[in-house]
């Protein structure tokens, strides 16, 4: 599959300081691949610099170095975004206008025809579920609305590729699904989705690929099977009816136990032999809820890149200082 | 021509905009009030009409070209619509001149109002129409190339600059324009010559709204020479021009943070 989103060596720094004599970085030599059809995860806490690279994708922010490219054009080419989507993060529309003006105005803004921007305007409300709130001007919109309304208008023009930036955000968890399935509907129809978020599970269900950012900087990047392992890496057990003395006795040091509200959760290595400890525990009367095999997750894969990356307390991230 | 559905959707802003319905309301309550005034003063009651209507008819047109225009371009980067806008194909010059021309076609029509409300009060004193009342057509179409170049005045101040920075420089500029005539004659005036050639590039370099003056004319009935009237209609759109101009080379180079 052909690549359709690629950076490289792509940095943003602004100046910053009254006399404008400090350089903060704000994505540093950012290098990325994303191919044809692929749901993309991009991954990072606060203020690691997604939204600072879809700004630069959608350039309505300038780099500073290397260049950034989308369909093998550059990203200032206006041609592109005849084939994009873009939702922003937690995106602002005109208040004025109601959601049907909103999505006739966006559609107008592309070649097509009254009666095709009717159809469009009218298929989209639909599918993203706010017909009922067509001629509600948006100011009178919930933030789970207007996420729509930006979902809408990132779709109307058919887009090969999607960028959304936290499109999760706000959500409800009915939303949130609704966003979920929506992106693998996308993938369906051959499209691609360029998505930031920190909000890991979502990735784990969604993504073919993923990268992470952190403080401006890629820290990690690949196919998620790749970077997820799916041995199991240790084994959960969770008991009730029994209290901490007895449980660790009955299972000895092999286990980490702790408490989870009215039960008690026992951490065992992979390869711990379960059947004789289960038998112990129902000798002591105690009764056992479940047995989980833990895979490594993205959470743990997340967490384990950004503390690798973390940087000592107190040591701002700023690449240069000139003498002021 | 995507400067078509921005242009719209700007109309539709200012058309929406409490602030203009307060301000063409006022003025047509003012040329309304010119028919009572009329009927209490000795004078030309045509006179009197035309002078109040288009003297409203260019204040009220300020204000809006003001205090709308430099919020054009700003409330769109403040409230962050910009950066759904511009993912789209849409050229940041086109996002200026859409934007440029939207405020131009609400004061437009703003001025077609206040216009049908001054035919409407000479009708109603009168009861007929001459040829000479196409003068004060002629004076409103003048104004509203004046009010363009208000307008560019306002948007280049909002491609950079807060609101309240942008209303203060631009309504330094319209006064200063105002005044143009009078810096040269105190410069050539003067035995500095220091003050000489600042006088004489502040008289070429800041606009001259003096060539837009022409109710005064217009309420005597006097007709302006097609020449001047023609020169000074070229020459607002030619500074307007270049002011709009100014915007798009400030704009493009813009990131939105």
Partial sequence: MSVVVSTENLSKAYKAGFWKTKTISALDRLNLEVRENEIFGYLGPNGAGKSTTLKLLMSLIHPSSGKAEILGKPVADLSIRRHIGYLPENPYFYEYLSAEEFLSYYASLFDFSLAEIRTKVEYFLKLTDISHARKLQLHKFSKGMLQRVGIAQALINDPKIVFLDEPMSGLDPIGRREVRDLILLLKKEGKTVFFSTHILNDVEVLCDKVAVLNRGKLIGSGHLTDLISQEVSHIEIVVSNINFETVSQAVGSSAKISHSGMTLRLELRADTPLAPLVTRIENAAGKVLAINPVRQTMEDYFFKLINRDAIPEGKPSIVSTNNS | ?257
Wanted: glycine fraction near 6%; proline fraction near 2%.
């Fill in chain 2, 1 to 257: 021509m995507i400067v078509i559905p921005i242009a719209k959707n700007t109309f539709k802003e200012c058309v929406r905009d409490k602030l203009l319905y307060n301000l063409v309301i006022f003025g047509v309550l003012i040329i309304a009030s010119s028919l009572v005034l009329s009927s209490i003063t000795i004078g030309e009651v045509k006179q009197i009409i035309v002078n109040l209507g288009l003297s409203t008819l260019s204040v009220f047109g300020t204000l809006i070209a003001i205090f709308i225009g430099i919020q054009l371009v700003f409330k769109e980067i403040d409230k962050k619509t910009i950066y759904s806008l511009l993912a789209k194909p849409v050229a940041r010059h086109e996002f200026i001149l859409g934007k440029y021309f939207g405020l131009t076609l609400t004061l437009l029509v703003n001025i077609l109002v206040m216009l049908l409300g001054i035919y409407i009060s000479i009708f109603y004193l009168r009861h007929s129409f001459q040829l000479a009342d196409l003068q004060i057509l002629l004076a409103a179409m003048l104004i509203l190339i004046e009010l363009m170049l208000v307008i560019a005045i306002a948007l280049f101040f909002s491609t950079f600059s807060t609101p309240v920075f942008s209303a203060l420089f631009a309504f330094c500029l319209y006064v200063i324009g105002h005044f143009s005539s009078d810096i040269r004659q105190y410069g050539l005036s003067s035995d500095s010559f220091a003050i000489k050639i600042l006088s004489g590039c502040l008289y070429y370099l800041l606009p001259n709204f003096q060539n837009f003056e022409i109710i005064s004319q217009t309420a005597h009935g006097q007709f302006l020479a097609t020449r001047l009237y023609l020169l000074s209609v070229l020459y607002g759109l030619v500074y307007s021009a270049g002011l709009v101009l100014l915007a798009i080379l400030v704009f493009q180079r813009r990131n939105f943070k």
